[in-house]
């Protein structure tokens, strides 16, 4: 069972944009919290606010209770580094 106490997030009925990757949906759903800084919010639930890294949002953002379609869609427009290569969409740069 979820606790939301201890969710990042309190809502997260915002769906995620066409093509709108970790970073963008992170961004949105920190804003819905009230919040005016990324930076604040992320150091505040334990994430790397210093350089905030889109693969590590993404981590943040599928785990929260979101359909999978949602996880999906955000790890398919979040570029993600993987052995000196960066994954974005399904292709390698």
């Keep these: 069972m979820l606790d939301r106490l201890t969710m990042p997030f309190s809502n997260w009925s915002i769906e995620p944009g066409k093509a709108e990757g970790a970073l963008g949906y992170f961004a949105r759903l920190v804003d819905n919290e009230g919040h005016d800084s990324m930076r604040v919010y992320s150091k505040w639930i334990e994430v790397n ?8 949002l993404l981590e943040v953002v599928c785990g929260l209770p979101i359909s999978d379609d949602r996880r999906q869609r955000l790890a398919h427009a979040t570029p993600v580094d993987r052995n000196g290569w960066y994954w974005l969409g399904g292709q390698r740069f």
């Design 49 to 56: 606010g210093r350089n905030i890294v889109p693969s590590s």
